[in-house]
């Protein structure tokens, strides 16, 4: 028995070293997906919002008011480029890393979490970048961005070209 146990245990092992990251998350609450030929994926969901997800990147889809649309992107490796068109009312839809939380009510933005830090540019529109613990908060405007590390100031900056078109090539635009 404890044979048996062992090599179940040494063969699920085996399998995970083969397994490597996952190429597409699966779509739920009202989104279909789509792969695309630069190894991204295509999330469309209703309320037309389009979620655009760098090849292997780690996210999850959330309804935070539960009305069975997503509201909300869990993202914890990689990179999202997102457009959420503006809504009547306060509702805002956030991308929450675990360096920052960023929120929308309606805008083209891209976030990055990699390496101990989220960066957030924003293509269109305003984005209000918070720390996930801690103070601190900026509002960026279009062609702004800010690195956001678990200390330190949060500066806001007008990114180049070179690391604009690097961040949108990952997203496969």
Do not use: Y
């Not at 083969?18 to 989104?31: D, E, I, K, R, S």
């Not at 993202?75 to 960023?102: C, D, H, W, Y």
């Amino acid at each position: 028995m404890m044979l048996a146990r062992a090599g179940s245990i040494a063969f699920a092992g085996i399998l995970l070293l083969f397994a490597g990251p996952a190429v597409a998350q699966p779509a739920t609450l009202g989104c279909t997906s789509a792969q695309t030929a630069q190894g991204t994926q295509t999330l469309r969901c209703e309320r037309a919002i389009t979620i655009v997800a760098e090849g292997g990147a780690k996210f999850e889809l959330r309804d935070r008011n539960r009305d069975g649309h997503v509201d909300s992107v869990e993202l914890s490796n990689k990179a999202l480029l997102l457009e959420v068109p503006k809504k009547p009312g306060r509702v805002r839809f956030n991308v929450v890393t675990p360096q920052a939380i960023a929120a929308v009510r309606g805008t083209k933005w891209a976030v990055d979490a990699e390496s101990g830090k989220t960066s957030v540019f924003v293509v269109d529109g305003r984005v209000s970048v918070a720390r996930s613990a801690g103070r601190g908060s900026v509002v960026l405007g279009p062609g702004e961005g800010v690195d956001v590390e678990t200390s330190g100031e949060l500066v806001v900056k007008r990114w180049g070209a070179a690391r604009v078109a690097a961040l949108m090539a990952r997203l496969g635009q």
